[in-house]
């Protein structure tokens, strides 16, 4: 530590000696341009002017640039930066970028990045050079969740950048120094124990001045180091480089690698360190708090340039105030003769030959600040006489400042490249286009601000890249903000073997698979963004109002009014189909029921149960005339039995009469055949059952005769057997009946489903609507 210590302040020292020049003029724009009390007099003309002996002489400052500087700074406010991540290899995912642009504007939103932005602008217009920061923050203490914050630093001053970096964005930087000074107080509370000695000072004391502080120093210094890449192919077939530590990181991930060769290159890694004057107080740190690199391979300090050239290899910038610096000074100049002059009568300078008021020189000297009744003067000499003093009108020195007032102003907009038409002042231009024309004009003398800064803001992207997929080393739920500020999370797995996957709980990303850059995108404020379109759709419904109807919906989504999403909601139930499904896409499942879909589905529900209705009525009508028609077979059966019964009886009977059976045995073969036919005959308080009897034994036995076959019988009998089997049929039929009917009741119970019949492109023909039967399987 002792040696980073030392090696650390001597390149600091040498670092000064190299911008010595630059600084001096820095701290000179700085300031000229500073916008509470600009120091655009120098000492000498402060003091002759002062000092004057005709009485002190104003010494106005009209500031002229500021407004300049706030037009290249307000850039940012009205085009925005933003940083988006880009797929750069095969190994990249579309959607992984699509969730690291969400998680970006969660950086810049926690960082406060637009103001930082803005600062580093107005530094860059004002000397020529601001500076943006990126730093790992701890987020979350318990967990040992680290993010990248975006800062800014607003004095140029208190960073001392390599004197030998040329590349715009500071790419090639290889060290940086930012100065902190912190008061005693807090520096004790901070590190106690550590000596209070400020950095870079040799003499090892404090720095004294209004305020007794302590200048520490947060340092970035770049580390070479060889290490083996390795050269394979991925499951795609894509060759990839990767160090030896990332490759077995891979492996282990269970990731399908074909090794191709290997070799050794030299890689850089940066060292964070925070330096007093006599210790090492702070180290870069990983996610598990033990020393580590910075989690990038630049270091953290980028610098935005304004005006830049370039001179026997060595960078110069510098900004608005240096340019117009002279044009400035004019003005000021010209404005304050011309308060003189506005001020106590006379004021027009006497014209007087020095041979007239010779011996008169302290009266002539405050001629034109006080009032006297006579001035004298010598009328002769030795040579002849002398000419009177004359003063020349007053209204002609006016009109002369006056012409070198605005020829100062002119100067000053010359310098620049931007005219009073760029602030907003009235010009020669009427038409939209002209005025268009010379605005652009402005802005492309002042466009190297933007482009410069851009490229600045670029770097930092890459850095908080470099960041996330260091930083992140653990599976958790990474913040993403949308385009409209609507605030979600995504799961961020570097583990996984795929470089996002779908999953339950949605989608889950792996950053460290491919390669991914950064670039900026400029353009116009959301908030700007939803009134122009607002202005767009009304002239759109105003010329067309047939597209009212289609367009009213988005117009409703960027309206900045109480419930206007509401009122979009609304105007989309409203909308045709065609305009639903393309508000709506396939897929999307936003939580909120579909009133038209709920509507259709209501319909078709309700004509599925009035049909049912109608079926199990038919089948109730088809049921009761089955029941009638069973009855009256029934009726018409048990007179046929009964007809039967009383043929049989008659019958027996005419057999006993042949036979001369006696009474005893005619009533045996009564109770016999009742019994048979399952006649029972009734007896006093319950039925009674007969049993079959038999005859005496010392009866005989009469022979029975063969009776004859009556036609008529079984023709009945025939006829008997077809209405049984009928009425059988008839049965049946009302049992399948019921279990249809049963089974109607059921499928109206169940739940259906819609399932959607698409052509060989994928294309959505159709939609059919069918009954759930899962749980029956």
């Known amino acids: 530590m002792a040696d980073a210590l030392s090696e650390a302040q001597t390149l600091y020292r040498k670092s000064l000696q190299a911008l010595e020049d630059q600084r001096a003029q820095i701290e000179e724009d700085l300031e ?24 002190s002489r104003p010494c106005l400052v009209l500031d002229q ?16 930066p933003a940083l988006h991540a880009i797929p750069v290899d095969g190994g990249a995912d579309k959607k992984v970028a699509e969730q690291l642009d969400g998680h970006f504007r969660h950086i810049e939103h926690a960082s406060r ?15 020529g050079v601001g500076y943006l920061l990126a730093r790992p923050t701890m987020v979350n203490a318990g967990l040992r969740y680290m993010e990248p914050r975006i800062d800014s630093e607003g004095d140029p001053l208190r960073v001392v950048f390599d004197p030998w970096s040329v590349a715009l964005d500071g790419d090639d930087a290889t060290f940086g120094y930012l100065l902190t000074p912190m008061s005693m107080r807090e520096f004790k509370r901070q590190f106690p124990g550590k000596d209070p000695v400020s950095f870079g000072a040799e003499d090892r004391k404090l720095l004294r001045d209004d305020r007794e502080s302590v200048l520490t120093a947060e340092a970035w210094t770049m580390e070479d180091k060889k290490t083996n890449h390795i ?31 290997n070799y050794m290159e030299t890689t850089r890694s940066v060292w964070w360190r925070r330096m007093s004057g006599a210790d090492v107080l702070e180290t870069s740190t990983g996610p598990d708090g033990k020393e580590a690199p910075f989690p990038a391979d630049r270091i953290g300090i980028v610098p935005m340039y304004g005006y830049v050239s370039f001179l026997n290899g060595r960078m110069k910038y510098c900004g608005i105030a240096r340019r117009a610096r002279e044009g400035q000074r004019n003005y000021n100049y010209h404005a304050s003769e011309i308060r003189a ?31 006297r009744a006579y001035l004298p003067y010598n009328d002769l000499d030795e040579t002849g006489a002398i000419q009177m003093p004359q003063r020349p009108s007053i209204a002609v020195n006016l009109q002369n400042h006056m012409a070198g007032l605005e020829q100062a102003k002119q100067d000053i907009q010359a310098a620049i490249g931007m005219y009073q038409a760029n602030l907003g002042a009235p010009s020669n231009e009427t038409s939209g286009v002209a005025i268009e024309q010379r605005k652009q004009q402005g802005e492309a003398s002042v466009a190297h601000f933007q482009s410069h800064g851009s490229a600045s803001i670029a770097q930092v992207g890459k850095l908080c890249m470099q960041m996330v997929c260091k930083l992140m080393d653990t599976k958790r739920r990474m913040r993403v903000l949308g385009f409209d500020g609507s605030s979600s999370a995504v799961t961020l797995d570097p583990k996984q073997s795929s470089p996002a996957v779908q999953t339950e709980d949605g989608l889950s990303i792996n950053p460290n698979i491919g390669t991914y850059d950064v670039r900026v995108v400029v353009g116009a404020a959301y908030s700007t963004q939803r009134q122009q379109a607002q202005e767009a759709f009304s002239q759109m419904m105003q010329s067309n109002p047939a597209l009212g109807v289609a367009i009213a919906p ?6 900045d009014v109480p419930h206007a999403d509401k009122l979009a909601q609304v105007l989309t139930a409203m909308a045709p189909p065609q305009v639903q499904a393309i508000l709506k896409p396939e897929g999307e499942d936003d939580g909120a029921p ?31 005339q089955a029941h009638q028609a069973i009855e009256q077979m029934q009726a018409d059966q048990e007179a046929k039995e009964r007809e039967l019964e009383i043929k049989q009886y008659d019958a027996e009977t005419k057999r006993l009469q042949v036979t001369g059976a006696n009474e005893a045995q005619v009533q045996a073969i009564v109770q016999n055949l009742m019994v048979e036919m399952g006649v029972q005959s009734p007896a006093e308080g319950e039925p009674q059952t007969y049993e079959m009897q038999q005859f005496p034994a010392g009866a005989p036995e009469q022979p029975e005769e063969p009776a004859e076959p009556d036609p008529h019988e079984e023709e009945e009998r025939q006829r008997s057997e077809q209405q049984a089997a009928r009425l059988d049929a008839v049965l049946q039929g009302q049992s399948v009946v019921a279990e249809k009917l049963d089974r109607v009741a059921s499928l109206l119970a169940k739940p259906r489903v819609r399932l959607p019949i698409r052509d060989g492109n994928g294309d959505l023909q159709k939609v059919v609507e069918m009954i759930d039967d899962r749980e029956d399987e």
């Open 231 to 261: 050269v394979f192919l991925n499951q795609r077939q894509d060759e990839v480089c990767l160090t030896e530590d990332d490759f077995w990181q891979a492996h282990q991930r269970g990731e399908v690698l074909q090794v191709l060769r």
């Open 113 to 127: 990045a637009a103001n930082h932005y803005q600062r580093a602008y107005t530094s860059s217009a004002r000397c």
């Open 554 to 559: 988005l117009w409703a989504q960027v309206l």
């Open 341 to 371: 002059y506005m001020g106590t009568a006379p004021k027009a300078p006497w014209i007087v030959p020095v041979r007239a008021i010779r011996g008169f020189e302290q009266l002539w000297d405050k001629a034109s600040t006080e009032q």
């Open 65 to 80: 640039l500021g407004q300049y500087i706030a037009n290249v700074a307000g850039q940012v406010e009205n085009s925005p």
């Open 594 to 624: 579909d009133a038209g879909a709920l509507a259709g589905q209501l319909q078709q529900m309700q004509q599925a149960l009035q049909e049912a209705i109608q079926h199990a009525r038919d089948a109730q009508a088809e049921a009761d």
């Open 32 to 55: 000229f341009s500073d916008p509470a009390d600009p120091k655009q007099w120098t000492d000498r003309e402060l003091r002759q002017r002062e000092r004057d002996p005709g009485g």
